[in-house]
């Protein structure tokens, strides 16, 4: 088993991450030890020039990822917060439905916290203050009461919806 | 209506929420502030409506905002038809189970989230640690606003002291058991019949929120003596909530002490704590704390609501009943002067309950069980839930032992 890399390898480690459809990326060692999963893969193997399959992350997922994770290793001690959080803001602002439910997986896999946090916060936001056609259009969700049934959901919920 | 488990698609097509796992669904919901929203996404689909009750979406909502309600270890929706299919509940049981819980939450969510409502919670001053002259300078005066009442002045005053760092405590019962309070409002007493018009105030202020020990029921005979007593009544209760400390400025005013943010008093008492002494009368050379005025700011619940302490633990079961708000209330109770019912939670039936309850340790599955439910309800209470009475109830206590 290759042995973990010190302190001098670690700041000249690149690592390389291979996506689902095969696209190379390299990334600075600091920037892969915000992702847990990494951390521990790497522990295994060290510093290594082979890539390491993320077999259920497309490039352009994982591009984000990336983008998000080497913002926040530079912001770490010279941007403030807050200007962090505009960013994050930013980020997520006019992405997509698809890309904000992929994103979150890929986070999840990945073990990034911080990013799963912005995620869930995000599709929560989304979720705030809608109606209920309204969620099932944004989220793609099919209405599978009876008659009788939503009729007894509204009832009981009669107050929310006319908020 | 029953949503049949078995009818309960496993996926939901292209549902993106359900795409990303139950853990990440559960975070999402967690974000959620208000209970509108839970109840609208709980309205998409059948996947949701039972993913936010399972997951206990509204309860979790409730403690966000208010830790307080972590205490209560399950709540009952007193009045609706309890089912139960032989001694194993079966699945659309356990769902009816989880769904009640899920609307009594759901329900307090909304009821306390309402802004505040009453300018005063207080129904009734309980004891003062100590007062100077009885009953013409006792806490009862405390009630009304100004310093002066039919010509003659209107405040409490604490005995006097040499040491000025010896507190004191007005304590009072709210106008419901339980209760959401906002801010305090507190007026020192300035003795304008005294030279240079003193103003006997405290160095500051802090909050309790409680109930009695259970085996202390206040009658109204009691409440007599306790107000001219010289005593500190605090072991006779339980605090579950005590606020920071909150400076008092020695001024002839109507001080406002706002919580950090709304809690709930479950119990219904409030103490409100004088910390240090500023102002020395002059006659006597002694410390002294006087209060004008004492008003609660917050809101009660609706008399639907009631709780059952399960003693030493300090955690209690909720209960909630569309019936009480039709047939009367508890605050009807009140008005008609009956303390022991109001410490007993309503009626003899119930302490009768938490007697039971008592003797388990907080378990949200076990209480569904049904020997254990009619071992804890007893005949009283059981009819009142309409369980039918064709099983056993055999009331060992084995059982609810672990």
Redesign the interface.
């Known amino acids: 088993m290759a042995e973990l890399p010190n302190t001098t390898m670690a700041n000249e480690c690149k690592v390389k991450l291979k996506s689902k459809d095969d696209k190379i990326f390299e990334v600075e060692y600091a920037v892969a030890m915000q992702s847990q999963t990494l951390k521990n893969a790497l522990a295994h193997t060290g510093c290594t020039d082979t890539a390491l399959p993320l077999h259920d992350i497309s490039s352009q997922i994982l591009a984000k990822v990336i983008e998000y994770c080497e913002y926040h290793v530079n912001a770490a001690n010279t941007i403030s917060e807050k200007d962090v959080k505009t960013w994050d803001e930013e980020l997520v602002k006019h992405m997509d439905?698809?890309t904000l439910?992929r994103l979150?997986?890929a986070a999840?896999y990945l073990e990034i916290h911080n990013l799963?946090?912005l995620?869930?916060?995000t599709?929560?936001?989304r979720?705030?203050?809608?109606?209920?056609e309204e969620?099932?259009e944004?989220?793609?969700?099919?209405?599978?009461?009876t008659p009788?049934?939503e009729e007894?959901?509204?009832r009981?919920?009669k107050?929310?919806?006319g908020? | 209506m029953d949503l049949v488990i078995e009818n309960l698609p496993l996926e939901n097509g292209n549902d993106l929420l359900q795409q990303i796992g139950a853990d990440n669904a559960r975070s999402v919901l967690q974000y959620l502030e208000t209970p509108a929203d839970l109840a609208r996404i709980s309205a998409v689909s059948r996947f949701w409506r039972h993913f936010v009750a399972e997951n206990q979406c509204s309860r979790g909502l409730c403690i966000k905002l208010f830790p307080e309600v972590s205490r209560f270890v399950c709540a009952f929706e007193i009045g609706q038809q309890v089912n139960f299919e032989g001694a194993s509940l079966s699945k659309v049981t356990e769902w009816k189970n989880i769904e009640r819980e899920h609307r009594v939450y759901t329900q307090l969510a909304r009821d306390l989230m309402e802004p505040a409502t009453e300018n005063n919670c207080i129904q009734h001053p309980i004891s003062a640690s100590s007062t100077d002259i009885f009953p013409d300078e006792s806490i009862m005066y405390t009630l009304h606003p100004s310093a002066i009442e039919d010509d003659r002045p209107s405040y409490w005053s604490s005995q006097g002291e040499s040491n000025s760092d010896v507190p004191e405590t007005l304590t009072y019962r709210l106008s419901s058991r339980l209760c959401v309070v906002h801010e305090v409002k507190i007026h020192p007493f300035q003795a304008y019949f005294q030279m240079g018009l003193p103003i006997y105030s405290a160095k500051a202020v802090r909050i309790r929120l409680g109930r009695t020990r259970s085996s202390t029921l206040l009658t109204s005979g009691m409440l007599d003596g306790m107000m001219s007593a010289d005593r500190s009544a605090s072991e006779d209760y339980v605090w579950t909530y005590i606020s920071p400390e909150f400076p008092m400025q020695q001024e002839d005013k109507l001080q406002t002490f706002r919580l950090p943010k709304p809690v709930l008093c479950i119990g219904g008492i409030l103490q409100i704590e004088l910390l240090g002494r500023v102002q020395r009368q002059e006659m006597d050379g002694l410390y002294y704390i006087c209060v004008c005025h004492a008003r609660v700011v917050g809101r009660p619940l609706p008399a639907a609501y009631d709780f059952e302490a399960l003693d030493q633990e300090e955690k209690y079961i909720l209960k909630y009943s569309d019936r009480l708000e039709c047939c009367g209330s508890l605050s009807e109770d009140l008005s008609r002067g009956s303390s022991e019912e109001y410490e007993a939670g309503g009626s003899s039936g119930w302490l009768s309950l938490s007697e039971r309850i008592r003797r388990i340790r907080a378990g949200r599955v076990l209480l569904w069980n049904q020997s254990i439910l009619k071992a804890l309800l007893g005949n009283i209470v059981a009819a009142i839930l309409m369980i039918p009475d064709d099983e056993d109830s055999d009331g060992d206590d084995d059982i609810l032992r672990d």
């Open positions: 439905q698809d439910f979150i997986v999840k799963v946090d995620m869930c916060k599709i929560a936001d979720i705030k203050d809608k109606s209920v969620l099932r944004i989220f793609h969700v099919q209405n599978d009461f009788e049934e007894q959901v509204r009981e919920t107050w929310a919806h908020e």
